[in-house]
């Protein structure tokens, strides 16, 4: 016959599940959560005995540690009403936990249920904030043979202390040598430097920190340049110039100043690329090609002359001429092209002097063209015209431009008023007509020889040849 | 009849692999996997789910009206299958401590498993038909004397008059009526049999799946709610 009910639900089934159940409540009733236990609880005695009992295996009702589901209390206030040492003590190391917020409940490290003799302090190790004793685990999960750390590994008299020494005990099984000569060099207090973070061995990334290893830094050992470092302050002070380490390896005696890395790469002293633009005399045109020795002589680089003529007194064609600044003149692309601008020298070309070629005024020499001590006086070029000699020196400025000889400017005292008759400034040469030294009234207006002499002598005056001395302004009534 | 043992095969091969990961994560973990990790909570969870299946979803296939869904003989080969992957993997859960209820609990699933496996052979004894539906004594009879007729119409016993693939029909027939005859024989008694397991296997399995509720509960509300 079939039936719409799983087989199961027979009569015998139904029959045994409540004899089941009625056993599990029986012996619950009887033996508490015994049906419940994951295993026995510790029995290890204590040196106290805490509210009664000296062992958790003392403890007969779950409900002494287990709180109920519902409510406030947690099992870790179970544990800690007991365990009043705990919280009474500030300097308690569970105490300093808490304290840095580090409450985790007791259950991260500690569990029971494992056995009579079973550790209490096994399960959660890997939830343990080490850190908040101020050194992490991540480095220490695993033995070099693959075992996990227990506490008593490192904390050999209990997890409240610690002993230094068990570092390097364990350090020297892994590498002897290495960890001999590193606790020569930094001391035994391994804790002063390491957190258990880092890794200051091969592993660690130095380039992490400040000062980046590289080239020839990466392979020296730690204590090259960190000299007597004994904690991770005298670690970060190590000095990052480079002479702090190389003073001794400068083969420049200090000309370059202490930055090394200004020239030189952490790959090695040879390849240095020096930046001729950064000193205080850039390379430019044909220095640029000039081999260094051409100009730092015995590789003294410091003091180098910087004037042109400390190089190039051979080469000056002017035989000094223009002194010893060449550039005034020159360019480094080459010694032709020189553009010479005059109006830099003594004496400014204007006006006609333009027109001038330079031999005009520049005689050559035996070595070439002569230019220094070149006259500037106009007389040394220009001899005084026979119009006008011995009147005016060679004072010739004082007239003329160097626009043109003509028309000049004479602005001096004259004896006879040059605005006579009242018709303008005439030209010099309408009165002197042969040099300045002499003048003649005659040919103007009606002044002919003859006219003069026939109105003289109607006067009865025959001395008449020096008209301005009776007509000083060539007025009318003089 | 069943003449296969494939889902054997396919439990074998689930075990070995499931074996193969619960070494990797032993290793892994440097230590075997707790209960209460987990990996353990895993493999617990989804041994019970496989056990839960075992325990229901062949019976109410074998007993329900409406669902008709897929041969007998399939679902017996699943239950099979859930029935041996389910409770090794349970085993794995129990990180080798058999405290309690939890250890009780354990103790009847490897006695279920065991008296599964007696069933099965007791189950191949009882005649049914290829979809695996039992075979009544006088259906049995019914074929027996089809069987017969079969025979006499081809000429049996064999002999020398038939042809060749004749007499190999009628060798088929005559082993095949044998067979017939002995199960019928046995029928009653294979039916006890089976009877009697029935009335054994069930109340453990009973007893068996309140023990792992009570143990899941209870792991729940000390495990978890009571932290």
């Known amino acids: 016959m079939k039936t719409n009910h799983p087989g199961c639900i027979t009569t015998s089934g139904l029959v045994t599940t409540a004899l ?12 508490g959560g015994v049906l419940f236990s994951p295993g026995a609880l510790n029995a290890q005695v204590g040196g106290v005995t805490l509210r009664g009992v000296r062992s958790h295996a003392e403890i007969n009702a779950c409900g002494d540690c287990h709180t109920p589901p519902v409510g406030q209390s947690k099992m870790a206030d179970r544990c800690v009403a007991c365990h009043t040492d705990l919280t009474q003590d500030p300097h308690n190391f569970h105490n300093v936990m808490i304290a840095q917020g580090q409450d985790i409940g007791c259950h991260a490290c500690h569990t029971d249920h494992n056995g009579a003799q079973a550790s209490l302090t096994i399960a959660g190790m890997e939830n343990f904030p080490h850190e ?7 480095a220490h999960q695993k033995m070099a043979d693959g075992a996990l750390f227990v506490c008593a590994d ?27 000569s590193h606790t020569d060099t930094f001391g035994v207090v391994c804790l002063d430097c390491h957190d258990g973070l880092d890794s200051y061995g091969e592993v660690f990334d130095h380039n992490r920190v400040a000062f980046s290893l590289g080239g020839k830094h990466a392979p020296l050992g730690c204590d090259q340049c960190h000299l007597g470092a004994r904690s991770i302050s005298e670690l970060a002070a190590a000095p990052q110039d480079c002479y702090a380490c190389h003073a001794a390896d400068d083969e420049h005696a200090g000309q370059f100043g202490t930055d090394c890395a200004q020239c030189h790469t952490t790959d090695g002293w040879e390849d240095a690329t020096f930046d001729h633009s950064l000193a205080a005399f850039p390379l430019t045109g044909r220095h640029v090609t000039v081999a260094c020795e051409d100009c730092h002589v015995n590789d003294v680089f410091a003091g180098t002359p910087q004037d042109c003529n400390a190089c190039h007194a051979a080469d000056d064609e002017h035989g ?32 006609a002097h333009l027109e001038v070629t330079c031999a005009g005024c520049h005689t050559n020499g035996p070595s070439g063209m002569i230019f220094a001590g070149t006259p500037t006086a106009c007389a040394a070029c220009h001899a005084e015209p026979a119009y006008h000699t011995g009147l ?7 007239c003329h431009t160097t626009t043109a000889w003509t028309p000049a400017e004479f602005d001096q005292a004259h004896l006879f008023p040059m605005n006579h008759g009242e018709s303008g400034v005439s030209a010099c040469r309408v009165c002197h007509s042969d040099t300045l030294q002499t003048y003649t009234c005659y040919g103007c207006h009606e002044h002919t020889a003859q006219n003069i002499a026939s109105e003289h002598r109607e006067e009865g005056i025959t001395d008449f040849t020096d008209c301005t001395r009776c007509h000083p302004t060539g007025q009318e009534g003089d | 009849m069943r003449q296969s043992n494939r889902e054997l095969w396919m439990a074998f ?37 496989l056990m839960l299946m075992t325990e229901t979803l062949y019976t109410i296939r074998k007993r329900s009206r409406r669902a008709r869904w897929g041969k ?10 859930t029935g041996i992957v389910g409770p090794f993997m349970v085993l794995l859960h129990t990180s080798w401590k058999f405290n309690g209820l939890a250890g009780i609990a354990l103790l009847l699933t490897i006695i279920i498993v065991a008296s599964g496996f007696i069933g099965r052979y007791i189950y191949t004894a009882v005649p049914r038909t290829a979809d695996g539906i039992t075979l009544e004594a006088d259906e049995i009879k019914q074929q027996i004397l089809a069987i017969g007729a079969e025979m006499e119409k081809r000429g049996a016993p064999p002999n020398a008059a038939a042809s060749k693939q004749v007499n190999r029909q009628i060798k088929q027939l005559v082993r095949q009526q044998q067979r017939l005859r002995r199960q019928l024989g046995s029928l009653a008694t294979a039916r006890r049999m089976l009877a009697l397991w029935h009335a054994v296997h069930i109340p453990i399995g009973m007893v068996l799946f309140t023990s792992a509720f009570i143990h899941a509960g209870a792991a729940f509300y000390y495990a978890t709610l009571l932290r």
């Open chain 1, 154 to 180: 490192c904390h050999g008299n209990g997890v409240a202390s610690f002993d230094p020494a068990i570092c390097a005990s364990c350090h020297a099984d892994l590498d002897a040598a290495f960890t001999q």
């Open chain 1, 320 to 351: 000094g001429q223009f002194g010893t600044d060449c550039a005034q003149c020159h360019t480094t692309d080459s010694w032709e092209d020189a553009s010479f601008d005059h109006s830099l020298a003594a004496f400014p070309l204007t006006g």
């Open chain 1, 392 to 398: 005016f020196d060679s004072e010739c400025a004082a």
């Open chain 1, 20 to 31: 089941a159940l009625v056993a599990i409540v029986v012996i619950g009733l009887l033996r």
């Open chain 1, 132 to 138: 908040a004793v101020g050194y992490s685990l991540k």
């Open chain 2, 72 to 81: 007998m003989s399939s679902w017996l080969d699943f239950h099979i299958f």
């Open chain 2, 13 to 49: 091969i689930a075990v070995v692999i499931i074996t193969l990961v619960y070494l990797f994560v032993t290793i892994t973990l440097a230590g075997v996997p707790a209960a209460s990790g987990f990996f353990g909570h895993s493999i617990g969870v989804l041994g019970f789910i």
